[in-house]
């Protein structure tokens, strides 16, 4: 059964760092095209950053410089770095993988097919 867990998520004032982590299995590679998300009370669901198959990735504007997106195969592990968080940034963030092989990769949801439960992420002072 294919599988995706995230975890990582918490509290933390404005200006400080999380690392999200998701969690793949029963996937036949590591090299998947995943995407991150986030939800917000009362907004629609937004793509935040995607790793592409072969590692190209790519970030919404109001991320960049911010958040970084990184694999490690051998864990079949995704991880999402967020620093100087702000109070914006406060939503559930979800992970999600796009079947098959994505050379370029998009923040958007309609691609990916396989979603995790999501993890909190409570940007506060």
């Known amino acids: 059964q294919q599988q995706l867990v995230e975890s990582g998520g918490g509290w933390v004032q404005p200006g400080g760092s999380l690392t999200l982590s998701c969690a793949a299995s029963?996937?036949?590679?590591?090299?998947?095209?995943v995407g991150w998300f986030r939800q917000a009370p009362g907004k629609e669901r937004e793509g935040v950053s995607c790793?592409?198959?072969?590692?190209?990735?790519g970030y919404v504007d109001s991320v960049k410089g911010r958040f970084t997106i990184s694999r490690d195969a051998a864990k079949n592990t995704v991880y999402l770095q967020m620093n100087s968080l702000e109070t914006e940034d406060t939503a559930v963030y979800y992970c999600?993988?796009?079947?098959?092989?994505?050379?370029?990769?998009?923040?958007?949801?309609?691609?990916?097919?396989?979603w995790g439960q999501g993890t909190q992420v409570t940007v506060s002072s």
């Open positions: 999600a993988v796009q079947p098959g092989f994505v050379q370029f990769c998009a923040v958007v949801a309609g691609p990916y097919a396989i």
């Open positions: 029963g996937f036949d590679t590591p090299w998947l095209a």
């Open positions: 790793i592409s198959t072969n590692t190209n990735t």
